[in-house]
């Protein structure tokens, strides 16, 4: 507790000021950047707002758990940022940071599974797409019934517990441990962060669990990955009968060991983001009216395609619907995150020094009155009337990010790598609950977020009501 108060106190406005010094304060008062932290854990789009109105176009730093962070925003800065060659600007270091996977998983396990070797596991993932578009759908509904009982009376279902279990099936036991090692990792990272660089090791052995999840783990995973291995030792990169999943398409990746421990983590790895993407979708603010438009498109096209990914882009307002949730509830209020490995200056001769991250005011952006009227409103079907106003229609995709909507990240080779496949999984997910159950909010509103710093997301005791869907109601 002494190193990291000294650590506060040194790195805070008395010792650190001068960090940075082109970059403006988000600070209130002469000691705010210790209040700064208060609100940064819980209601970090204050700041966040407050600079991104106050500095356009320019970095600006507040005080977070983790000391001065930076952020910026506007088309030129996320254009260079974007431009920046990864020896420069990475985003590699900055998620090993992020999560401390050099002292929970070890130094491989990010480098190879955010770095070189995600762009070939995403083209590999999408060419696959169609091909498990059935499997995936057979998955979703299995799962649906499994987490979600029909009945005929209004059941409360816990949402966030319940859409991770569609994300991470089949196995029961298997799907548990997915969920819980995603609970954890997020709060051992964060927790850890807060300390002195040089005792996060040692405290790590005393909270973090993540050998205790790769032992659990092994029961589900090791002679399927041990298989998986001895055959590429002795067949090389093609054999035949070699599965087309995953596990196939990491292994082909020239990764810098492959070996059952650091599969079993990129596994992990995979289901951090996926799970809390899904469950943001499931418990927005829906009125019978909105339920209602979606059934009518998701029938029409059913009824005109049947079930296939084609049919599955045509029904534009579900797609809507899930980006508006993503828009206005997304995982984080600060994405896109990079790690300056030399000093870096930008455009309007701003220096950043090394060793600092910079992120992108996501949230802020996604709340901007001028890009977003009523932004924030939800409006479900916000982007399918935009579709309609322009010709462009690929631009409102759900997985299509852009410079205004930066839900999966900017536009970059880091984009988030398993979006066309998470937004698949999202939007077969509420297809099915649309057309097979009536929804509501327990409540009047939607559950505030839990909230957290970087991490935002829905509360964990968030409920959403379900029954059987009344034909005649």
Same mark, same amino acid.
């Given at each position: 507790?002494?190193?990291?108060?000294?650590?506060?106190?040194?790195?805070?406005?008395?010792?650190?000021?001068?960090?940075?010094?082109?970059?403006?304060?988000?600070?209130?008062?002469?000691?705010? +950047?210790?209040?700064?932290?208060?609100?940064?854990?819980?209601?970090?789009?204050? @700041?966040?707002?407050?600079?991104?109105?106050?500095?356009?176009? =320019?970095?600006?730093?507040?005080?977070?758990? /983790?000391?001065?962070?930076?952020?910026?925003?506007? /088309?030129?800065?996320?254009?260079?940022?974007?431009?920046?060659?990864?020896?420069?600007?990475?985003?590699?270091?900055?998620?090993?940071?992020?999560?401390?996977?050099?002292?929970?998983?070890?130094?491989?396990?990010?480098?190879? =599974?955010?770095?070189?070797?995600?762009?070939?596991?995403?083209?590999?993932?999408?060419? $696959?797409?169609?091909?498990?578009?059935?499997?995936?759908?057979?998955?979703?509904?299995?799962?649906?019934? /499994?987490?979600?009982?029909?009945?005929?009376?209004?059941?409360?279902?816990?949402?966030?517990?319940?859409?991770?279990?569609?994300?991470? #099936?089949?196995?029961?036991?298997?799907?548990? *441990?997915?969920?819980?090692?995603?609970?954890?990792?997020?709060?051992?990272?964060?927790?850890?962060?807060?300390?002195?660089v040089f005792i996060r090791p040692t405290f790590a052995k005393l909270i973090n669990r993540t050998e205790l999840y790769y032992k659990w783990a092994l029961p589900h995973l090791?002679?399927?990955?041990?298989?998986?291995?001895?055959?590429?030792?002795?067949?090389?990169?093609?054999?035949?009968?070699?599965?087309?999943?995953? &596990?196939?398409? @990491? *292994?082909?990746?020239?990764?810098?060991?492959?070996? !059952?421990?650091? @599969? !079993?983590?990129?596994?992990?790895?995979?289901?951090?983001?996926?799970?809390?993407?899904?469950?943001?979708?499931?418990?927005?603010?829906?009125?019978?009216?909105?339920?209602? &438009?979606?059934?009518?498109?998701?029938?029409?096209?059913?009824?005109?395609?049947?079930?296939?990914?084609?049919?599955?882009?045509?029904? !534009?307002?579900?797609?809507?619907?899930?980006?508006?949730?993503?828009?206005?509830?997304?995982?984080?209020?600060?994405?896109?995150?990079?790690?300056?490995?030399?000093?870096?200056?930008?455009? $309007?001769?701003?220096? !950043?020094?090394?060793?600092?991250?910079?992120?992108?005011?996501?949230?802020?952006?996604?709340? /901007?009155?001028?890009?977003?009227?009523?932004?924030?409103? %939800?409006?479900?079907?916000?982007?399918?009337?935009?579709?309609?106003?322009?010709?462009?229609?690929?631009?409102?995709?759900?997985?299509?990010?852009?410079?205004? %909507?930066?839900?999966?990240?900017?536009? +970059?080779?880091?984009?988030?790598?398993?979006?066309? %496949?998470?937004? =698949?999984?999202?939007?077969?997910?509420?297809?099915?609950?649309?057309?097979?159950?009536?929804?509501? *909010?327990?409540?009047?509103?939607?559950?505030?977020?839990?909230?957290?710093?970087?991490?935002?997301?829905?509360?964990?005791?968030?409920?959403?009501?379900?029954?059987? #869907?009344?034909?005649?109601?």
């Amino acid at each position: 507790m002494l190193f990291t108060c000294a650590e506060i106190f040194l790195g805070g406005p008395l010792g650190n000021l001068a960090v940075e010094s082109l970059s403006p304060c988000v600070l209130h008062g002469f000691f705010g +950047s210790y209040w700064a932290i208060k609100i940064w854990l819980t209601e970090p789009d204050t @700041l966040l707002n407050e600079g991104y109105q106050k500095y356009p176009n =320019m970095v600006f730093k507040i005080y977070t758990q /983790d000391g001065w962070t930076l952020f910026t925003s506007g /088309d030129a800065r996320l254009a260079e940022m974007r431009a920046a060659p990864d020896r420069d600007l990475s985003f590699v270091e900055h998620i090993n940071d992020a999560f401390q996977f050099e002292i929970t998983m070890g130094p491989g396990v990010a480098r190879d =599974m955010f770095g070189r070797n995600s762009a070939n596991v995403m083209n590999t993932m999408i060419r $696959n797409l169609p091909a498990y578009f059935e499997p995936v759908r057979d998955e979703v509904t299995q799962a649906c019934r /499994d987490n979600f009982p029909i009945s005929d009376n209004w059941i409360p279902i816990s949402v966030l517990p319940a859409t991770a279990k569609i994300v991470s #099936r089949r196995n029961i036991e298997f799907t548990d *441990l997915m969920v819980s090692f995603t609970r954890e990792a997020i709060a051992v990272g964060i927790l850890l962060r807060t300390l002195p660089v040089f005792i996060r090791p040692t405290f790590a052995k005393l909270i973090n669990r993540t050998e205790l999840y790769y032992k659990w783990a092994l029961p589900h995973l090791e002679s399927m990955l041990s298989y998986r291995l001895l055959q590429e030792a002795k067949y090389g990169k093609e054999w035949d009968g070699k599965p087309n999943d995953y &596990i196939s398409w @990491l *292994l082909a990746t020239d990764c810098e060991s492959n070996n !059952v421990r650091d @599969l !079993v983590f990129r596994v992990f790895c995979v289901n951090l983001p996926a799970i809390h993407t899904t469950s943001n979708s499931s418990t927005s603010r829906r009125t019978p009216e909105h339920v209602e &438009i979606l059934r009518e498109e998701i029938e029409a096209v059913v009824s005109q395609d049947g079930w296939s990914r084609e049919s599955l882009h045509k029904m !534009v307002k579900l797609d809507s619907f899930a980006k508006e949730s993503q828009r206005l509830w997304g995982v984080a209020p600060a994405s896109s995150g990079r790690r300056t490995m030399k000093p870096f200056t930008f455009g $309007n001769s701003q220096t !950043v020094p090394a060793g600092r991250d910079i992120m992108v005011t996501t949230h802020a952006i996604h709340l /901007d009155e001028g890009i977003y009227p009523g932004a924030r409103e %939800f409006k479900p079907f916000r982007w399918a009337e935009m579709r309609v106003q322009d010709e462009k229609s690929l631009a409102y995709d759900f997985v299509t990010p852009s410079k205004t %909507f930066a839900a999966f990240g900017v536009p +970059s080779r880091h984009t988030c790598p398993g979006r066309f %496949f998470a937004g =698949m999984l999202i939007k077969q997910a509420l297809a099915y609950l649309v057309l097979n159950y009536d929804m509501k *909010l327990e409540g009047i509103e939607r559950p505030r977020n839990f909230i957290l710093g970087y991490v935002m997301g829905p509360h964990p005791t968030a409920r959403v009501l379900f029954r059987k #869907r009344q034909v005649n109601a």
